[in-house]
């Protein structure tokens, strides 16, 4: 058990939660932020958190000052899979429990973390893919897919990426013809969009790894006098508000939700671990997945 | 018919030889010493606000969590000091951590891994200061074109970021040298710090050091002054090739991985902690102590995000942002005044 | 010494720069323990000679044989190497090292690799004390004036081990003593048998120095003699191809107007103004069409002086009238505002900007003045140009060249129309004539004249103590950063009264 | 021959043969449609307007001898007030409201800008690290007044900034057009662009000159981030939302590179106004090219590197004379020599 930190106010037994964000790079991660912050408040629970940047060199130093100072447990979610058995090796030494969020770790001493709380990327796109490979189901004709990826090289835009084209490979009829990064921004989405419209004919179907952007591209298709959701069909992940909304107007025909609020699950989760009970090594977050009507009667509970 | 004012030159007195200018030795060391000063302000005043600052392990770890930057930083002062920049030297360290783990997978013995991702580092320097000496292209766009081959070469190479298993790397990334009860550091720190004396010496000691200063101060006069101008620029962009490099197999040592991603940005990282050391972008006028100092101060705006541990990412950048204007302004008006 | 083989030949020199053929098969050539001078009117391509010798260019056609061997030389590293050390027109040093390293730099004294900080020191100012100069060594060169850092450049390449020492215009900016000790200096090296190649527009220097001579004009080589056979005249003539007379003019014109320059009103008065470190605090009265002249040994504080009126420099004691209004000269800007003009005499870093056209260098300070809200129309910027660039003859006289692929002479005088067209109260001028051609300053000088005439208040800086005699009503001695004797310009004043006062360092 | 040796003719040539490219790789390169033209080319031309606006100010500052860093988080900024204030209008589509709050947020970003040039020319900070204190605090300041979210708005006067045609022509491109020729007509039928260069080429003889370096480069930098502003709000309409995040991410990079592809030296001096705007129109058509044909993601990089690198060569005089110089008469001679 913790408590040798002991914050000004809250007394000895406050439990001192450090947590390393990836950094600030989409609306989905601040949402994540804010439901990790609000939960610690509402749970009594003192958080450090710190913001990487995407950096991967931030988020060691950031454990390690967490360790320095002598927190009761360490979260974070990793900018990326591998690299980490030293910093965890040395939280473990200092005797400080750590719980991964949203992404995992590829290190192959499981003992050196708690447990993994988190969305599975492959997963989603395999989900994306699923949904896809139903709707034309017993369709002959060929069906052009363009692919908007994440960041080159981020761990949601490979394992996304991946997840979908295992499920898709199973019919021949469903080819990617165009895929292409539009760095998760909406900006990059629209003009990647407006090129594939202009270098590739008869698109029928996008995969956006984010939603927004698959907003962007429903401002190209649109502008180009096509109709998105009819004309061409649009997937995508993420089921942030923005996106919820374009889902329930006919826009997008499906969203693979990947939930940024495990504020109150990593909460729990940081709790149990600290007074040493025995928690599962893998928690996946309560997720879904949204159709357009699934997304009406949803849209009024999204809170971002 | 004379009426000449008889107040002395100088307030104290004539100087003793009056044809010789006043002339303060230290007055090339003031930026430093300042900047020297104002981080020591900059510490306690941590050390007064958050608890366990104090501690030394905080001061040590400093190092060792700016070993990359502090290494990559050394190599771009000998290019900023002869007037050039270089923004390869992130991509360079991706590409370097991308290739040692890729290579050590395939099971390449690491001591030969190790030289090999050295040369490559500078070789790509090398390439770079030709193109900029022989073809007389701009060092910003004949790195930044550096830049995109190394980090295409390395998504190219491997997206995915890849876990380094070698026992050597290993072995190397868990080693802990003690410095006292509880302050313990690593390999990679002590290999930054033997970077910057060995540059520090360079610079002050040995005729290619010299040599920097005066392409930096004005190039043209070099050529002029029949120094190996063409030469020097070359070895420069070598060197900090080679810097980046060794960057990238600290970065692999201090994360056991290699990715593609990685030392995204560091570049202006590095320039900005040159320049905050007091090194001119211009070029000519500079010490690699200040670029330490510039890491220094860097890595600890870094640790006081840390110990605040309660700003949201949008405060993390005010708050940087508001500590930086701090350090230069006052680092200026310093400066200014002891001038 | 007609026996000897040349050490150095160089036959059918060609060099051409986009639209100027600098050098159209010129040949010259050197024999040991020489003087050569290189003569010929600014522009001719002198320079553009010694830097295809060293290197600097390539050239498009011709031979050079070093010791009767066929050499190409493809950089300045590599002509030092085959013992050409050279002191290039304009101050190629780096202002940003101290002056040891400017002096060792590339030949430092090392052991084991490591630079010998203490025995460079040493040695720097065993040098420098041969050209008697008394220098701080560690200190940045930068905080020298011009003609130091010119007496640092010769330093460097007199204590190079060479067979042939390229001095281009080394004296341009020394006083009479400082010349005395480089051609010492010249005599002792030509004594051990290097060869000596040497530009200056004094004559005298020549004429004192030199055992032969080249003439070349327009880039081609008019001929080759000995110092003997040539009298002045005939020297000039060929120089400019034609006669020069103009010279006499000027004396009488000074003359004439001292009486009316006496009574005239004020332009500026300085109460004891000063600025510490730098210049004592000084009184100085400037009226409407005096030319005041400035006389002092090197670093006596001339530019010194002549900066605090022009606000380049804060003076920090003491006040400032112009047209009897108190002013505060925070910078050049309100200097210019009340009509006061300065030609700086280091025109490379603080005179001209080189990568604009010669049009856009001269109408600089007018349209500054004017701000940049007012253009100057191009017609109007075409007939000023026009007009100075033949007035000064600046050659080539293709306004939209760039001013850096001038000689060092054209821009000089580039520089001088910049400041005459701004038609000031006063104008400042640090060594206005350094680097310009005989016929060219005869023609400057006359327009200083011409300007005091109609009014105009001139303070002229100048090394060459013959000029400032000529010209001015007034003369300000100074020594030691001191502004010791103010001397009417009367029939009894000249070098020798000025030196004197120098030397008795006057006080009273 | 001398076409050849016009700085812009290869970035101009490049441009042409990408042009091309899409040219078969699009299937309508320029159509009307809807009573507007419509295609590839004009998607190019409307997309690059941000980034012309934004290089049109990075060359003054540029032509100065400084940098400016903080672009990207000015265009954030500005996004995020113009579209926080038009989310609170009653009726998002009155055209009155939106405009003022059009030249308010190009207000604010004029003050960004004047804190730069306040820095760099009062308190005399290099230009580069004086950017960067904007470059960092400013995206944090975007995110707090968009608390971290996109905020979308839903005014078609707004949107048309971006996506709008006027006269069958896309109004971002001629917001670009008009901007260039402001500048252009700003730079060179006034006085300001020789005062510029003159400032960039040595500020030391321009001081001397009479010339208010210190008004002239505030001046500079409020223009920039004036423009910078402006090219965020077509940022923002073009995706009717602000997302302080990725808005102008990076943007300086590009803009910096789309200056010297220009043939602005980054040491200032002569500056090209007409040559900024060609190279950020290239670089766009490179982005769109990239995706046209098909190039996978990871192997970006390395498609730009070689076109930068082809482009810096053919631009390298040098390299130049190499290749083309020998066809005339006096290399030829020069040859003879050698020979
Ligand atoms: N880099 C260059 N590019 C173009 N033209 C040049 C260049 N350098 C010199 N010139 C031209 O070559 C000619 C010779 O110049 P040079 O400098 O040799 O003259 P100079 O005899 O040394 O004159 P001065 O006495 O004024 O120093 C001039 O017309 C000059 O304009
Ligand atoms: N012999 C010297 N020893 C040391 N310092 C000197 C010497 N001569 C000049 N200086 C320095 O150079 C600076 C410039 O002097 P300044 O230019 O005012 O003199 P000047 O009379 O104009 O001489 P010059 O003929 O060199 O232009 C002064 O600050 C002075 O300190
Ligand atoms: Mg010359
Ligand atoms: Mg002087």
């Given at each position: 058990g913790g408590g040798d930190s002991g914050s000004e106010d809250g007394g000895d037994d406050k439990l001192v939660l450090g947590f390393s964000q990836v950094g600030a790079e989409s609306g989905w991660r601040t949402a994540n932020t804010k439901s990790i912050q609000e939960s610690a408040a509402a749970a009594g629970i003192e958080l450090k958190f710190s913001d990487a940047q995407g950096k991967q060199e931030n988020q060691i130093s950031a454990i390690r000052s967490f360790i320095t100072q002598k927190v009761d447990v360490i979260a974070f979610s990793p900018v990326v899979v591998s690299g980490w058995d030293a910093v965890l090796k040395e939280a473990k030494d200092a005797g400080i429990p750590v719980i991964l969020t949203d992404r995992a770790v590829d290190s192959q001493d499981t003992s050196l973390y708690a447990s993994f709380i988190g969305s599975d990327f492959v997963e989603e796109g395999k989900k994306a893919g699923e949904w896809l490979a139903k709707e034309y189901e017993g369709k002959s004709e060929p069906v052009n897919i363009v692919e908007l990826q994440g960041t080159t090289g981020s761990a949601p835009a490979l394992d996304r990426q991946k997840g979908f084209a295992d499920v898709i490979a199973g019919n021949p009829n469903l080819k990617i013809v165009k895929s292409q990064t539009g760095d998760f921004k909406r900006a990059d989405g629209k003009t990647v969009m407006e090129t594939f419209l202009q270098s590739t004919p008869d698109i029928d179907v996008l995969y956006a790894h984010n939603d927004d952007m698959g907003l962007g591209a429903i401002e190209a298709i649109e502008a180009a006098g096509k109709k998105p959701g009819t004309d061409i069909k649009i997937i995508t992940v993420d089921a942030v508000k923005d996106g919820m909304t374009a889902l329930a107007d006919g826009k997008i025909n499906f969203i693979v939700e990947c939930s940024p609020l495990l504020g109150p699950q990593l909460m729990e989760l940081a709790k149990k671990v600290d007074a040493g009970e025995t928690v599962e090594k893998r928690v996946l977050t309560k997720e879904t997945t949204f159709t357009q009507e699934q997304a009406k009667t949803e849209l009024p509970n999204r809170q971002y | 018919m004379t009426t000449v004012d008889m107040t002395p030159v100088t307030e104290k007195g004539a100087p003793t030889n009056p044809r010789r200018r006043v002339y303060r030795p230290n007055a090339k060391y003031i930026p430093i010493i300042a900047t020297l000063s104002l981080l020591m302000i900059m510490y306690s005043s941590g050390v007064a606000n958050y608890e366990n600052f104090g501690d030394p392990s905080v001061f040590v770890n400093l190092f060792r969590d700016n070993a990359v930057l502090l290494v990559v930083a050394v190599g771009m002062t000998?290019?900023?000091?002869?007037?050039?920049?270089?923004?390869?030297?992130?991509?360079?360290i991706s590409l370097t951590t991308v290739l040692t783990a890729t290579l050590l997978k395939g099971g390449w013995p690491p001591l030969v891994v190790l030289p090999t991702v050295l040369a490559l580092g500078a070789l790509i320097g090398a390439g770079q200061g030709a193109v900029i000496h022989f073809f007389k292209v701009e060092p910003f766009i004949a790195t930044l074109a550096g830049l995109f081959l190394a980090r295409g070469t390395a998504l190219t190479i491997n997206q995915e970021s890849i876990p380094i298993r070698d026992e050597m790397w290993k072995a190397i990334s868990e080693y802990r040298i003690v410095l006292a009860e509880g302050v313990v550091t690593k390999p990679i720190a002590v290999v930054a710090l033997l970077a910057v004396l060995i540059a520090a010496v360079t610079l002050a000691w040995t005729r290619f050091g010299r040599n920097v200063y005066a392409i930096g101060g004005n190039a043209d006069s070099a050529l002029l002054m029949g120094l190996p101008v063409g030469r020097t620029k070359i070895a420069v962009y070598t060197l900090s090739g080679f810097c980046a490099a060794l960057g990238g197999v600290l970065f692999s040592i201090n994360s056991t991985s290699g990715w593609a991603l990685q030392g995204n940005g560091l570049e202006l990282d590095a320039i900005a902690a040159c320049v905050i050391g007091g090194v001119l972008l211009t070029g000519g006028s500079g010490y690699v102590w200040g670029t330490l100092l510039g890491v220094l101060v860097t890595g600890l705006i870094q640790t006081i995000i840390n110990f605040q541990g309660d700003l949201n990412s949008a405060w993390t950048r005010i708050i940087v942002g508001v500590l930086l204007f701090a350090f230069?302004?006052?680092?200026?008006?310093?400066?200014?005044?002891?001038? | 010494m007609g026996e000897q083989s040349p050490v150095l030949e160089m036959t059918g020199i060609r060099k051409v720069f986009p639209g100027v053929v600098a050098l159209d098969g010129v040949d010259f050539r050197m024999?040991?323990?020489?003087?050569?001078?290189?003569?010929?009117e600014n522009g001719a391509g002198k320079s553009t000679l010694i830097k295809t010798l060293t290197g600097v260019y390539e050239i498009d056609g011709g031979e050079i044989r070093l010791g009767g061997v066929p050499v190409r030389i493809s950089g300045p590293l590599q002509a030092q190497q085959a013992g050409v050390s050279t002191v290039y027109q304009e101050v190629n040093l780096c202002t940003n090292l101290s002056v040891a390293e400017n002096i060792f730099i590339g030949r430092e004294p090392r052991r084991f690799g490591k630079i010998?900080?203490?025995?460079?020191?040493?040695r720097a100012a065993e040098l420098l004390a041969r050209l008697d100069l008394d220098l701080d060594v560690s200190a940045p060169l930068s905080s020298y004036s011009l003609a130091i850092q010119q007496m640092v450049a010769i330093a460097r390449a007199v204590d190079v081990e060479a067979r042939v020492l390229i001095l281009d215009e080394p004296t341009s900016s020394l006083d009479a003593s400082e010349v005395e000790q480089l051609f010492r200096v010249m005599r002792q090296l030509k004594e051990s048998g290097v060869a000596i190649l040497f530009v200056s527009h004094f004559l005298d220097q020549i004429y004192e120095v030199s055992d032969r001579l080249t003439v070349l004009r327009n880039g081609q080589l008019i001929g080759e003699h000995r110092v003997e056979e040539l009298s002045q005249v005939q020297l000039v003539e060929k120089m400019i191809g034609k006669e020069l007379a103009a010279l006499e003019d000027v004396e009488d014109k000074a003359q004439r107007n001292r009486e009316r320059a006496a009574e005239a009103t004020p332009v500026v008065e300085a109460r004891g103004l000063g600025r510490t470190g730098a210049i004592a605090p000084y009184d100085l009265t400037i009226h409407e069409g005096e030319v005041v002249g400035l006389a002092g040994l090197l670093g006596s504080g001339r530019t010194e002086l002549a900066r605090l009126l022009f606000g380049a420099d804060k003076a920090d004691h003491g006040e400032l009238t112009v047209s009897g209004k108190p002013v505060n000269l925070r910078n050049p800007q309100v200097a210019m505002k009340k009509g006061i003009a300065f030609s700086s005499e280091n025109r490379r870093t603080e005179g001209i900007i080189g990568d604009l056209t010669v049009r856009e260098n001269i109408i600089l300070a007018l349209q500054a003045a004017r701000g940049w809200t007012r253009p100057i129309p191009r017609k109007k910027?075409?007939?000023?140009?026009?007009?100075?660039?033949?007035?000064?003859?600046?050659?080539?006289?293709?306004?939209?060249r760039p001013v850096r692929n001038l000689s060092g002479g054209n821009q000089q005088k580039v520089l001088l129309a910049r400041w005459l067209i701004t038609e000031p109260k006063l104008l400042i001028i640090d060594e206005p004539t350094r680097g310009i051609d005989v016929g060219a300053k005869a023609e400057i000088q006359r327009l200083v004249a011409e300007l005091s005439d109609g009014g105009m208040a001139v303070l002229f800086v100048s090394a060459e103590l013959e000029e400032v005699l000529r010209l001015s009503h007034k003369i300000g001695v100074l020594r030691d950063r001191r502004l010791i004797e103010e001397l009417e310009n009367t029939a009894g004043v000249d070098a020798d009264r000025i030196m004197q006062t120098i030397a008795s360092g006057a006080t009273s | 021959m001398s076409i050849f040796k016009n700085r812009l003719f290869w970035p101009a040539a490049i441009l042409v043969v990408l042009l091309v490219i899409n040219m078969f790789t699009s299937r309508q390169f320029v159509t009307v449609q809807d009573g507007h033209l419509f295609g590839t080319l004009i998607d190019i031309l409307r997309n690059s307007a941000p980034l012309i606006l934004v290089g049109l100010g990075m060359t003054l500052v540029i032509s100065t001898g400084g940098i400016d860093l903080s672009v990207g988080s000015?265009?954030?900024i500005s996004a995020?007030?113009?579209?926080?204030?038009?989310?609170?209008?009653?009726?998002?589509?009155?055209?009155?409201p939106v405009l003022l709050i059009i030249g308010i947020a190009i207000v604010v970003s004029m003050l960004m800008g004047l804190w730069n040039g306040a820095l760099v020319a009062i308190i005399g900070i290099q230009p580069i690290i004086a950017t960067?204190?904007?470059?960092?605090?400013?995206?944090?300041?975007a995110q707090l007044i968009t608390d971290g979210q996109i905020i979308n708005v839903q005014s078609g006067p707004y949107a048309t900034i971006a996506s709008g045609f006027f006269a069958a022509l896309p109004v971002a491109l001629l917001i670009a057009v008009a901007a260039t020729a402001l500048i252009l007509l700003l730079t060179r039928r006034t006085a300001l662009g020789l005062l510029l260069e003159s400032v960039g080429g040595s500020p030391t003889a321009s001081r001397l000159a009479g010339i208010g370096a210190r008004r002239l480069t505030i001046m500079v930098y409020v223009v920039a981030g004036g423009l910078a502003g402006l090219a965020g709000l077509i940022y923002s309409a073009n995706i009717k939302s602000a997302d302080s995040i990725s808005a102008g991410n990076l943007i300086e990079l590009d803009a910096i590179l789309a200056v010297v592809i220009g043939g602005t030296a980054l040491v200032g001096g002569r500056f090209s106004i007409i040559g900024t705007v060609l190279g950020a129109v290239l670089i766009q058509t490179l982005a769109v090219t990239v995706v046209a044909i098909g190039i996978p993601s990871e192997a970006n990089l390395l498609f730009k590197a070689v076109v930068v690198v082809a482009l810096c060569l053919f631009q390298s005089p040098t390299l130049r004379e190499k290749v083309f110089g020998r066809l005339t008469p006096r290399s030829a001679a020069g040859a003879e020599v050698t020979a």
């Amino acid at each position: 058990g913790g408590g040798d930190s002991g914050s000004e106010d809250g007394g000895d037994d406050k439990l001192v939660l450090g947590f390393s964000q990836v950094g600030a790079e989409s609306g989905w991660r601040t949402a994540n932020t804010k439901s990790i912050q609000e939960s610690a408040a509402a749970a009594g629970i003192e958080l450090k958190f710190s913001d990487a940047q995407g950096k991967q060199e931030n988020q060691i130093s950031a454990i390690r000052s967490f360790i320095t100072q002598k927190v009761d447990v360490i979260a974070f979610s990793p900018v990326v899979v591998s690299g980490w058995d030293a910093v965890l090796k040395e939280a473990k030494d200092a005797g400080i429990p750590v719980i991964l969020t949203d992404r995992a770790v590829d290190s192959q001493d499981t003992s050196l973390y708690a447990s993994f709380i988190g969305s599975d990327f492959v997963e989603e796109g395999k989900k994306a893919g699923e949904w896809l490979a139903k709707e034309y189901e017993g369709k002959s004709e060929p069906v052009n897919i363009v692919e908007l990826q994440g960041t080159t090289g981020s761990a949601p835009a490979l394992d996304r990426q991946k997840g979908f084209a295992d499920v898709i490979a199973g019919n021949p009829n469903l080819k990617i013809v165009k895929s292409q990064t539009g760095d998760f921004k909406r900006a990059d989405g629209k003009t990647v969009m407006e090129t594939f419209l202009q270098s590739t004919p008869d698109i029928d179907v996008l995969y956006a790894h984010n939603d927004d952007m698959g907003l962007g591209a429903i401002e190209a298709i649109e502008a180009a006098g096509k109709k998105p959701g009819t004309d061409i069909k649009i997937i995508t992940v993420d089921a942030v508000k923005d996106g919820m909304t374009a889902l329930a107007d006919g826009k997008i025909n499906f969203i693979v939700e990947c939930s940024p609020l495990l504020g109150p699950q990593l909460m729990e989760l940081a709790k149990k671990v600290d007074a040493g009970e025995t928690v599962e090594k893998r928690v996946l977050t309560k997720e879904t997945t949204f159709t357009q009507e699934q997304a009406k009667t949803e849209l009024p509970n999204r809170q971002y | 018919m004379t009426t000449v004012d008889m107040t002395p030159v100088t307030e104290k007195g004539a100087p003793t030889n009056p044809r010789r200018r006043v002339y303060r030795p230290n007055a090339k060391y003031i930026p430093i010493i300042a900047t020297l000063s104002l981080l020591m302000i900059m510490y306690s005043s941590g050390v007064a606000n958050y608890e366990n600052f104090g501690d030394p392990s905080v001061f040590v770890n400093l190092f060792r969590d700016n070993a990359v930057l502090l290494v990559v930083a050394v190599g771009m002062t000998f290019v900023i000091l002869t007037g050039g920049i270089d923004l390869s030297v992130g991509a360079v360290i991706s590409l370097t951590t991308v290739l040692t783990a890729t290579l050590l997978k395939g099971g390449w013995p690491p001591l030969v891994v190790l030289p090999t991702v050295l040369a490559l580092g500078a070789l790509i320097g090398a390439g770079q200061g030709a193109v900029i000496h022989f073809f007389k292209v701009e060092p910003f766009i004949a790195t930044l074109a550096g830049l995109f081959l190394a980090r295409g070469t390395a998504l190219t190479i491997n997206q995915e970021s890849i876990p380094i298993r070698d026992e050597m790397w290993k072995a190397i990334s868990e080693y802990r040298i003690v410095l006292a009860e509880g302050v313990v550091t690593k390999p990679i720190a002590v290999v930054a710090l033997l970077a910057v004396l060995i540059a520090a010496v360079t610079l002050a000691w040995t005729r290619f050091g010299r040599n920097v200063y005066a392409i930096g101060g004005n190039a043209d006069s070099a050529l002029l002054m029949g120094l190996p101008v063409g030469r020097t620029k070359i070895a420069v962009y070598t060197l900090s090739g080679f810097c980046a490099a060794l960057g990238g197999v600290l970065f692999s040592i201090n994360s056991t991985s290699g990715w593609a991603l990685q030392g995204n940005g560091l570049e202006l990282d590095a320039i900005a902690a040159c320049v905050i050391g007091g090194v001119l972008l211009t070029g000519g006028s500079g010490y690699v102590w200040g670029t330490l100092l510039g890491v220094l101060v860097t890595g600890l705006i870094q640790t006081i995000i840390n110990f605040q541990g309660d700003l949201n990412s949008a405060w993390t950048r005010i708050i940087v942002g508001v500590l930086l204007f701090a350090f230069i302004v006052l680092q200026r008006l310093v400066t200014r005044k002891a001038r | 010494m007609g026996e000897q083989s040349p050490v150095l030949e160089m036959t059918g020199i060609r060099k051409v720069f986009p639209g100027v053929v600098a050098l159209d098969g010129v040949d010259f050539r050197m024999f040991p323990g020489e003087v050569h001078a290189l003569m010929g009117e600014n522009g001719a391509g002198k320079s553009t000679l010694i830097k295809t010798l060293t290197g600097v260019y390539e050239i498009d056609g011709g031979e050079i044989r070093l010791g009767g061997v066929p050499v190409r030389i493809s950089g300045p590293l590599q002509a030092q190497q085959a013992g050409v050390s050279t002191v290039y027109q304009e101050v190629n040093l780096c202002t940003n090292l101290s002056v040891a390293e400017n002096i060792f730099i590339g030949r430092e004294p090392r052991r084991f690799g490591k630079i010998q900080w203490g025995r460079m020191r040493r040695r720097a100012a065993e040098l420098l004390a041969r050209l008697d100069l008394d220098l701080d060594v560690s200190a940045p060169l930068s905080s020298y004036s011009l003609a130091i850092q010119q007496m640092v450049a010769i330093a460097r390449a007199v204590d190079v081990e060479a067979r042939v020492l390229i001095l281009d215009e080394p004296t341009s900016s020394l006083d009479a003593s400082e010349v005395e000790q480089l051609f010492r200096v010249m005599r002792q090296l030509k004594e051990s048998g290097v060869a000596i190649l040497f530009v200056s527009h004094f004559l005298d220097q020549i004429y004192e120095v030199s055992d032969r001579l080249t003439v070349l004009r327009n880039g081609q080589l008019i001929g080759e003699h000995r110092v003997e056979e040539l009298s002045q005249v005939q020297l000039v003539e060929k120089m400019i191809g034609k006669e020069l007379a103009a010279l006499e003019d000027v004396e009488d014109k000074a003359q004439r107007n001292r009486e009316r320059a006496a009574e005239a009103t004020p332009v500026v008065e300085a109460r004891g103004l000063g600025r510490t470190g730098a210049i004592a605090p000084y009184d100085l009265t400037i009226h409407e069409g005096e030319v005041v002249g400035l006389a002092g040994l090197l670093g006596s504080g001339r530019t010194e002086l002549a900066r605090l009126l022009f606000g380049a420099d804060k003076a920090d004691h003491g006040e400032l009238t112009v047209s009897g209004k108190p002013v505060n000269l925070r910078n050049p800007q309100v200097a210019m505002k009340k009509g006061i003009a300065f030609s700086s005499e280091n025109r490379r870093t603080e005179g001209i900007i080189g990568d604009l056209t010669v049009r856009e260098n001269i109408i600089l300070a007018l349209q500054a003045a004017r701000g940049w809200t007012r253009p100057i129309p191009r017609k109007k910027q075409d007939e000023i140009v026009d007009k100075y660039i033949k007035a000064l003859q600046i050659r080539p006289a293709d306004p939209e060249r760039p001013v850096r692929n001038l000689s060092g002479g054209n821009q000089q005088k580039v520089l001088l129309a910049r400041w005459l067209i701004t038609e000031p109260k006063l104008l400042i001028i640090d060594e206005p004539t350094r680097g310009i051609d005989v016929g060219a300053k005869a023609e400057i000088q006359r327009l200083v004249a011409e300007l005091s005439d109609g009014g105009m208040a001139v303070l002229f800086v100048s090394a060459e103590l013959e000029e400032v005699l000529r010209l001015s009503h007034k003369i300000g001695v100074l020594r030691d950063r001191r502004l010791i004797e103010e001397l009417e310009n009367t029939a009894g004043v000249d070098a020798d009264r000025i030196m004197q006062t120098i030397a008795s360092g006057a006080t009273s | 021959m001398s076409i050849f040796k016009n700085r812009l003719f290869w970035p101009a040539a490049i441009l042409v043969v990408l042009l091309v490219i899409n040219m078969f790789t699009s299937r309508q390169f320029v159509t009307v449609q809807d009573g507007h033209l419509f295609g590839t080319l004009i998607d190019i031309l409307r997309n690059s307007a941000p980034l012309i606006l934004v290089g049109l100010g990075m060359t003054l500052v540029i032509s100065t001898g400084g940098i400016d860093l903080s672009v990207g988080s000015v265009m954030a900024i500005s996004a995020a007030v113009a579209c926080l204030l038009i989310q609170d209008l009653d009726d998002q589509n009155s055209v009155g409201p939106v405009l003022l709050i059009i030249g308010i947020a190009i207000v604010v970003s004029m003050l960004m800008g004047l804190w730069n040039g306040a820095l760099v020319a009062i308190i005399g900070i290099q230009p580069i690290i004086a950017t960067l204190i904007l470059m960092v605090a400013g995206r944090g300041i975007a995110q707090l007044i968009t608390d971290g979210q996109i905020i979308n708005v839903q005014s078609g006067p707004y949107a048309t900034i971006a996506s709008g045609f006027f006269a069958a022509l896309p109004v971002a491109l001629l917001i670009a057009v008009a901007a260039t020729a402001l500048i252009l007509l700003l730079t060179r039928r006034t006085a300001l662009g020789l005062l510029l260069e003159s400032v960039g080429g040595s500020p030391t003889a321009s001081r001397l000159a009479g010339i208010g370096a210190r008004r002239l480069t505030i001046m500079v930098y409020v223009v920039a981030g004036g423009l910078a502003g402006l090219a965020g709000l077509i940022y923002s309409a073009n995706i009717k939302s602000a997302d302080s995040i990725s808005a102008g991410n990076l943007i300086e990079l590009d803009a910096i590179l789309a200056v010297v592809i220009g043939g602005t030296a980054l040491v200032g001096g002569r500056f090209s106004i007409i040559g900024t705007v060609l190279g950020a129109v290239l670089i766009q058509t490179l982005a769109v090219t990239v995706v046209a044909i098909g190039i996978p993601s990871e192997a970006n990089l390395l498609f730009k590197a070689v076109v930068v690198v082809a482009l810096c060569l053919f631009q390298s005089p040098t390299l130049r004379e190499k290749v083309f110089g020998r066809l005339t008469p006096r290399s030829a001679a020069g040859a003879e020599v050698t020979a």
